[in-house]
């Protein structure tokens, strides 16, 4: 934001820390800040009272504190899904969804502002890539759904709108602080990334030891047809990209989830589903499939697969021994699918 000055809510608690040496403050002062912003949700500098007056004129000056701005809800009436759409300081806009579950509240959170992958089903790249996201963005969004609903978030999957693997840095960042002790203390485990195979920054996920859920946006079970929506496809086949799972999986022992959104007459037919179970069956790593209807986008020509070719895609898969579920929609009455309410406000 403005230029020059720390964006503190973006800092891991050590390198916030560093900022009070640099600013002749006693290091203990990294821990209180890291509290407020993180497990008090205090997001200015007035309201830390444990904090001497001098610092704070110190931080009003040198730093920010990442402010995000709600735009507008939408609550599904079919299964209290909720779509928040905030705004960002600079007018950038982003989505997040809040999904209720028997096991806990969990939410989807937009890592880019847009998305230069492209894939050509998908609603979010469609003005391409305006900007990353900053950690302090992507913990603001679930802070600010936490406030919204006053209940504890207990799961976060980074697949709204944006390629995580293509912000590395500050998503990383983000599971770092979000998964803290001295802040909302979430489990690794209750984190999914979802990437469109991003090979190198898979691999590179793998050396950081995390205990998160990796989902794999493949859509397809050979690179031909792969290619056909989505263009990262060009630059690295399902067979590196497969190669790259297994190092996940060997680093982390997590089960990889494989995501396939079914479009009609497109990838749905049943020597597909065999080829993806052969693609699977055998692997070095523990898998599971996720079969998605996939959301119609008025951008774009595609339909959805009807019930009963899902269904039977399904049992091929589990015939061959693939773990296999169909997932279940969620908020369809609400601009559900990717980066939609974004889109139409962005029009509007
Ligand atoms: N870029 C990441 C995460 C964001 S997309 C990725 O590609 O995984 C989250 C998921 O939604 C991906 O599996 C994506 O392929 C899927 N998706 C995109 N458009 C969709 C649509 N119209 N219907 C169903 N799923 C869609």
């Not at 300081?89 to 989505?95: A, L, P, R, S």
């Not at 989830?257 to 055998?282: K, V, W």
């Amino acid at each position: 934001m403005s230029n020059n000055k720390t964006d503190i809510m973006s800092l891991e608690l050590n390198a916030i820390a560093d900022e009070m040496i640099a600013l002749n403050e006693k290091k203990f002062r990294g821990i209180q800040i890291f509290e407020w912003l993180h497990q008090k949700d205090c997001f200015t500098w007035k309201g830390m009272n444990n904090l001497p007056k001098a610092l704070i004129a110190k931080l009003e000056e040198y730093t920010y504190l990442t402010q995000i701005q709600l735009v507008t809800k939408q609550t599904s009436d079919h299964d209290g899904t909720t779509k928040f759409l905030f705004k960002l300081h600079d007018g950038q806009m982003i989505e997040t969804v809040l999904m209720r579950y028997d096991y806990g509240n969990s939410v989807c959170i937009s890592t880019q502002a847009g998305c230069r992958m492209g894939c050509t089903f998908c609603a979010s790249g469609l003005n391409g890539l305006e900007r990353n996201l900053t950690t302090g963005e992507m913990l603001r969004q679930v802070y600010a759904v936490e406030s919204a609903i006053g209940k504890r978030i207990t799961h976060v999957v980074l697949m709204g709108t944006g390629e995580p693997l293509d912000n590395y840095e500050a998503v990383v960042g983000f599971i770092k602080i979000i998964t803290h002790e001295k802040g909302k203390n979430l489990s690794q485990r209750h984190i999914t990334l979802s990437t469109c195979g991003l090979v190198d920054g898979i691999h590179r996920l793998a050396g950081e030891k995390l205990q998160i859920n990796l989902a794999i946006s493949l859509h397809a079970g050979d690179d031909e047809l792969r290619k056909q929506t989505m263009p990262i496809a060009k630059k690295y086949s399902i067979d590196d990209l497969l190669t790259a799972c297994e190092a996940y999986f060997t680093s982390t022992g997590r089960r990889i989830t494989f995501e396939y959104a079914l479009i009609a007459g497109h990838n749905d037919h049943p020597s597909q589903a065999r080829a993806l179970a052969d693609l699977l069956r055998f692997r070095k790593f523990k898998c599971h499939v996720n079969l998605i209807p996939i959301n119609n986008v008025v951008e774009k020509s595609f339909a959805k697969s009807n019930q009963k070719d899902v269904i039977r895609f399904r049992d091929i898969l589990l015939d061959k021994k693939v773990e296999t579920t169909i997932r279940r929609s969620l908020g369809t009455d609400i601009d559900a699918a990717c980066g939609q309410l974004r889109l139409n406000t962005m029009k509007e």
